[in-house]
């Protein structure tokens, strides 16, 4: 008897059809051509709702392969509602293994957080997008910002930086400052907090942005300049935690999170929880360097 | 023409595409891609035949230059690749000696959507990230000596995915296609990304973010 073994598995490895991949995997190659233009795809359905992690999903699930380590964190943690959920679904689809381990992981999925560790170029960062236009807020319609983007025209990005300046003495802008990529595109990083903003800059690694909801991809090449916008007298700058420390570990130069307790005073403690781990472990660590960073008295 | 049998769709697609998504990441990194036991028609190496099969299916059009019957048959067989005229191709497979006018009608997108410039895949005689002894060869060679199909070239790199400068070495490809790329890609975001592939299954990628330089070596 020929045994049909075609519909033994419900699913195709790592969900997508090959065809749909296929188109992901298109467009991803022009995403990285292209660095910081955002690419339409096709935002395929998936088990979840747009706008819950399915463009990050997306590129993970696209390029991903049996031999693959996954990590995925949500603002930092790998222990959030978000990252349990998805790394437990492209485990089921795919049989990989995963890992906490910023360092042993070769495909790494996030919500708005860069790890603390340094990235290198054997690994893949994926990020969750939300909003991929920088320029919806100054504006409304999809055909203008196109317009804007490929005339380089950001004259409104600008005066509206300025005018927040003028307003509020800073340009209040905390998660997803816009950045300009190789000196072309405004790009929305992800709402990741200013203090992630300058490792995007010439890194070792490749980071895949995917915007589910908003159907678009896009990509930051290793080696590529990154420059936060910012005037001649008012620079960037990252977040300032006026010299608090983290209160598990003493440390303070990591992004950190504030804890409220109960009679309104607030402690500190490390974000990223696998960095927050190893500090407390006493592991070996070796975190992002840059001028910023570098700024902060240990 | 034969259908491929020996080629997972799944799993060979997805390997080759992540060594593919390096190359372009990195302009003009190596990569080896493994071999398939493919067995493509004269004209087509293993590389980039690996390179069609991760990226053309029923949604994508392609152009064989010198609309090369044998292989136009191989790749719609075997990917379901719809065969179309140069200007809507977004794949166009070509022999590095391929005239320099193939590259002025490919489509190079619109400051819109740039995404719709295709992609040059070019089969090349050999590639390599180093040449011994060349170095000083290179800072000697004269720009714009005439050409032959035997010469190397080296390809000096920079742009995004490149620290500083990357150069690497092609043999059997026309400097003309080099220059037409170069005038191609002038005005970015619109353009052509290239990919080379040589018959040892090595690829390298150009994407038109990268500003090329390249020096005749022999």
């Known amino acids: 008897m020929i045994e049909n073994t075609k519909f033994q598995h419900r699913y195709n490895f790592a969900f997508i059809d090959e065809s749909t991949k296929k188109e992901i995997r298109r467009k991803l190659l022009k995403a990285v051509a292209i660095p910081g233009y955002q690419c339409p795809y096709s935002s395929p359905e998936m088990p979840i709702a747009r706008g819950w992690g399915t463009g990050g999903l997306h590129v993970t ?11 995925i964190i949500d603002q930092g943690s790998d222990a959030s509602v978000n990252a349990c959920n998805l790394r437990d679904f492209v485990q089921a689809m795919t049989g990989c293994r995963t890992t906490f381990d910023t360092t042993e992981a070769t495909l790494i999925q996030t919500r708005h957080r860069i790890t603390e560790e340094a990235l290198t170029a054997e690994q893949v960062f994926v990020f969750q997008v939300p909003q991929p236009e920088p320029l919806r807020s100054v504006e409304r319609y999809e055909y203008r910002t196109r317009q804007m983007h490929g005339e380089a025209d950001y004259a409104k990005m600008w005066v509206s930086l ?23 595109y405004i790009m929305a990083p992800s709402p990741i907090p200013r203090w992630d903003i300058p490792n995007l800059h010439q890194a070792e690694t490749l980071y895949l942005f995917g915007a589910g909801r908003e159907k678009r991809l896009y990509a930051v090449p290793p080696h590529t300049t990154v420059e936060p916008l910012e005037f001649e007298d008012v620079r960037f700058h990252i977040e300032d935690f006026n010299g608090q420390v983290c209160n598990q570990t003493g440390y303070r130069k990591a992004f950190l999170d504030e804890i409220y307790s109960d009679d309104g005073s607030k402690q ?5 929880s696998n960095f927050l781990d190893k500090l407390r472990a006493g592991e070996p660590i070796a975190p992002f360097v840059n001028a910023y960073i570098q700024q902060i008295e240990s | 023409m034969q259908r491929e049998t020996l080629y997972d769709a799944v799993f060979d697609a997805q390997a080759d595409y992540r060594l593919l998504l390096d190359a372009m990441a990195r302009p003009g990194k190596i990569n080896k891609l493994p071999r398939r036991g493919l067995t493509p028609p004269p004209g087509l190496s293993e590389a980039a035949a690996s390179v069609g099969f991760a990226l053309l299916d029923a949604n994508a059009g392609f152009f064989v230059d010198g609309e090369d019957v044998a292989i136009t048959r191989y790749l719609v067989v075997n990917t ?18 391929a005239s320099p006018s193939l590259v002025a009608s490919m489509k190079k997108g619109t400051l819109a959507y740039p995404d719709e410039g295709a992609t040059l895949v070019v089969d090349v005689e050999e590639l390599a990230a180093e040449v011994r002894g060349l170095g000083r060869e290179v800072e000697a060679a004269e720009r714009h000596v005439t050409p032959d199909s035997d010469s ?11 620290a500083g400068e990357r150069v690497f070495f092609v043999r059997g490809l026309n400097t003309t296609l080099v220059q037409a790329l170069q005038e191609c890609n002038a005005e970015f975001p619109l353009g052509v990304d290239l990919v080379l592939a040589d018959g040892a299954g090595r690829i390298a990628c150009i994407p038109r973010s990268s500003k090329v330089k390249w020096a005749i070596i022999n």
């Open chain 1, 162 to 184: 300025y005018e927040s300046f003028v307003r509020h003495g800073d340009i209040l802008l905390g998660a997803g400052y816009p950045v300009r990529i190789n000196g072309r």
């Open chain 2, 152 to 162: 190397t070239l080296a390809l000096t790199l920079s742009g995004p995915g490149v």
């Open chain 2, 80 to 97: 379901s690749a719809r065969p179309v005229g140069i200007a809507e191709a977004d794949f166009v497979f070509a022999g590095g000696l």
């Open chain 1, 61 to 71: 699930l696209a390029i991903i392969g049996r031999e693959d380590i996954f990590k």
């Open chain 1, 268 to 272: 500190f403690v490390v974000n990223d």
